[in-house]
């Protein structure tokens, strides 16, 4: 079922999106920061179709005029609102209160204690938290999935793809206060831009990129917006930015610039001009910034692909991003290994090939596996083949195949995904594959053996008790090769909690099972272990477990429960 449809409850909607998309590489070779990029990317890119096409995350901006309503947990755009402009506004107002001298705040999803603010009065921040809130795990902070809310609303609703990165920090308690009002003096807005570290110029052409989409209501800016706004399907009376509400687009400038259509919105052309804070900002330099920003679509779009950058990679000092993610054109996904009683291994997963509108030379040309315009068809299959733990090629390979279901789009553009599975065998072993001239890099030292591992109840329980605790039943079984076999393993949970204060979801790492010795398989030694949860179907599909062993420098890390739950009905 495509996870675009619109389901009435949008719970229901992520939970459908979810049981069809598990998307941890669990062999891969331990790597954190790699793990970070691999699961913003993911929710990134993988934005819509069925199946593993879509990781759930683009739902509530699909399309670009849609909202979530979180106090009903279902779509409503009879409202005047829309979730992509919301996710923007809720990304500037978590940075508005850095200061960079100090090397505090900015990018740190502090704002999730500090929504009873007037500063940032509205539903829009803790709509957008609590949609958030289902995403968050060991990978993913709020921080960055606050950022990512902000980059793929500007690329889904016709922007530029602002560079992403990861490793955010998410901070425990509220910021200063201090995110400017429409009654801000300029004076006082500017410098508050400063102590971010944006310049005059800076803050105008940043103000205008977030006001290209959404508006301002007056349910919540009566000061600004006048009751006249309201009407059947605009309840809370939005006056827009501009007449391309659900666009990412230069029209909040040239309308502001020619007086034609919204005029550059509320904030500029509301009667009272204490709350014209647009104005006072862009007349600040006398428009010039204004007129640069209007020369063509292409300057904005670049201007505001740079600022907004910026914007979420200030972050407090210490803390240490990842280089930017790149949207990969070839992917593998959702890797699981099985081995037999004799140590004969089995590994399954899906390669994901897209067409991301562009050519890089060093990733190759796309354009022959994908159906674009002027392209050759996508293939009806892709050779899959083994590299054995001498890292040379190990004679083994196989055909991973794909289907109209395994179909999405994204914002890049098409994705398509192959599915395989490839015998290793035990005295080869696996120390990854290639695919498409790529080598992708795995590990049979030590790993979760998918056969004998498994969540229950199984996945049909996962819809009817989303937000609803249960009691889960997890057995781990992992599998280690090598004659140095402790006499067992520690399996540490990571579990997504709520906590006082905010929506922000905290994690839990108090939850362990020791994993005993229960066997052999050929050259590898079985472990097995049970833990019990108590927790909600949403929680348990945020889940990771990390497995470790005294005197072991192998792991495994950030293999998530999902991968289990979604192989029982």
Known sequence: MPCTHLFRNILFKIWICLTTAALAVAQQRPDSRAFIADELETLLVNAGGSGLANAGFAAAITPCTNYVDRTTAQNNNALGRQSAAQWIRTAFHDFATANVAAGTGGLDGSVGYETDRPENTGP????????????????ATMADLIALGAVISIKSCGGPYVSLR????????????????PETDIDSTLSKFKAAGFNQADAIALTACGHSMGGVHHANFPQVVSEAAISTNNADGRAAFDESVAAF???????????????????????????????????????????????????????????????????????????????????LMNTTLRVDGKGEMKLSGSVRVSYLGRQNQSEGNQQQYLQTSGAAPAAESLQISLIGR?????????????????VGTSAFGPIRFYDFTLDVPASTGLSGINVLDRKFPLQDSLFVEFSRSSVSPGRAALGTNFVKPITWTVKITAALRGSNTPISL?????????????????MDFSKTARLARTGQAGPFTLYSGVATFEITGGQLFSTSVDITGSGLSDRVEFFKLFNLINKTP
């Open 249 to 331: 687009d230069v029209k909040v400038v040239s309308e502001y610039l020619s007086g034609t259509g919204d005029r550059g919105g509320p904030l500029v052309t509301t009667s009272n001009k204490t709350v014209q804070s647009d104005l006072r900002l862009y007349l600040s330099d006398k428009n010039v910034t204004m007129q640069k920003l209007s020369s063509s679509a292409d300057k904005f779009a670049s201007t505001c692909s740079t600022l907004v950058a910026r914007m979420i990679d200030t972050v407090p000092r210490g803390v240490s991003l990842t280089p930017v993610i790149q949207p990969a054109s070839v992917k």
């Open 490 to 506: 520690l399996a540490t949970f990571a579990t997504p909690i709520t906590q006082p204060g905010t929506l922000n979801p905290k």
């Open 124 to 139: 829009g921040i803790l709509d957008s938290l609590f949609f958030f809130s289902f995403f968050v795990n060991a990978k």
């Open 390 to 406: 001498s890292d040379t090629q190990a004679g083994r390979s196989a055909q991973a195949t794909t289907s109209t279901a395994n």
């Open 166 to 181: 990861g490793g955010r920090v998410d901070a425990t308690e509220a910021g200063p206060f201090g995110v400017c009002e």
